[in-house]
Nanobody
Framework: QVQLVESGGGLVQAGGSLRLSCAVS????????IAWYRQVPGKQRELVAR???????SYADSVKGRFTISRDNAKNTVYLQMNSLKPEDTAVYYC?????????WGQGTQVTVSS
């Protein structure tokens, strides 16, 4: 059974930094892409960043230059380094993993940026 466990969220002041982690178990992590999404109450979940199995990355325009996604295949973990945080980055952040057409989500971790 595939499980995704996120950690690293919290409360930070604007301009600060946080690093989110998502540990994946029960699947072939290294051969699949993985992504981070975020959701604000009342809005659709949006893609924040994605990293392919080969390490290619893509980002939402709103986070380009501030967020960095990376992966450690030895630890089956994906990271999201978030710098220069803004109040509008406040959301629940979810890890998303889709091996072989399946779709798995983590439980989410709250990020709150105060102004």
């Amino acid at each position: 059974q595939v499980q995704l466990v996120e950690s690293g969220g919290g409360l930070v002041q604007a301009g600060g930094s946080l690093r989110l982690s998502c540990a994946v178990s029960g699947s072939t992590f290294s051969s699949n892409a993985i992504a981070w999404y975020r959701q604000v109450p009342g809005k659709q979940r949006e893609l924040v960043a994605r990293i392919s199995s080969a390490g290619s990355t893509s980002y939402a325009d709103s986070v380009k230059g501030r967020f960095t996604i990376s992966r450690d295949n030895a630890k089956n973990t994906v990271y999201l380094q978030m710098n220069s945080l803004k109040p509008e980055d406040t959301a629940v952040y979810y890890c998303n993993f889709r091996p072989l057409g399946y779709n798995y989500w983590g439980q989410g971790t709250q990020v709150t940026v105060s102004s």
